[in-house]
């Protein structure tokens, strides 16, 4: 079986200032990982995702996320917050094989606030 | 990437009443599914839309309330049954491009039930 935790249901920061989310995953084969990110009132857009090549992966609006596999962590970063970056993130394990293919088991989510 | 259509994107529904949510993707795609997202919750899956075969529902999702039809690789339906407040979520499509390894979603439609 496969699952997500995300520590912090609620992250703030401050325009500038570095954005870390975190997301460690269970998984018994090797993962694949996502990150998505909600606006309000909006639906999910993938921000990027990890497939067994390169462990830093970089993404859209600035983000990255490094995979480490001896911590079981998939943490998402930006150097520098923008407000425009508020929103709900929610990080996911991907199940690639057989019959379950293509399911998603995703965190409970980090809102993520930043403040001018 | 892309382009999943949700119809409808919000309504507001009578107890008791059914709701039948589309889902139209641009292009061929081999697994859909469908998700809920109960209001300040994480998503769930409800049941993965089989083409030409019945879906295949997770723990705690049943056909009775939540019949799903999947007639072509571009389309499907989700129907929310005899609906109560509790069901007032957010349903999201989701379709996987194998080659790809990855999953977009639809807008969601969201629902209120009164």
């Known amino acids: 079986a496969q699952s997500v935790t995300q520590l912090g249901s609620h992250v703030s920061v401050s325009e500038g200032a570095l954005v870390l989310l975190r997301c460690n995953y269970s998984?018994?084969?090797?993962?694949?990982l996502f990150w998505y990110v909600q606006y309000p009132n909006q639906g999910l857009q993938l921000l990027l995702k990890?497939?067994?090549?390169?462990?830093l992966v970089k993404g859209i609006n600035g983000f990255e996320a490094e995979f480490k596999k001896s911590e079981t962590s998939f943490h998402l970063t930006k150097p520098s917050a923008h407000m425009s970056d508020a929103a709900e993130y929610f990080c996911?394990?991907?199940?690639?094989?057989?019959?379950?293919?293509?399911?998603?088991?995703f965190g409970q989510g980090t809102i993520l606030t930043v403040h001018p | 990437s892309a382009v999943i259509s949700q119809k409808p994107s919000r309504d507001i529904c009578q107890r008791g009443t059914s709701l039948t949510i589309q889902c139209q993707v641009d292009?061929?795609?081999?697994?859909m599914f469908w998700y809920r997202q109960q209001p300040g919750q994480s998503l769930t899956l409800i049941a993965t839309?089989?083409?030409?075969?019945?879906?295949?529902?997770e723990s705690g999702f049943v056909i009775d309330k939540f019949p799903i039809s999947r007639p072509n690789l571009t389309f499907s339906t989700l129907t929310v049954s005899n609906m109560s407040p509790e069901d007032s979520s957010i349903y999201l499509c989701?379709?996987?491009?194998?080659?790809?390894?990855?999953?977009?979603f639809g807008e969601g439609s969201w629902l209120t039930v009164v």
């Open positions: 996911a394990v991907f199940n690639a094989g057989g019959t379950s293919y293509g399911k998603l088991t």
């Open positions: 989701s379709v996987a491009y194998s080659a790809l390894n990855t999953i977009y």
């Open positions: 839309a089989n083409q030409g075969s019945e879906a295949t529902y």
């Open positions: 292009s061929q795609v081999t697994m």
């Open positions: 990890y497939t067994s090549a390169a462990t």
């Open positions: 998984s018994s084969v090797p993962p694949y």
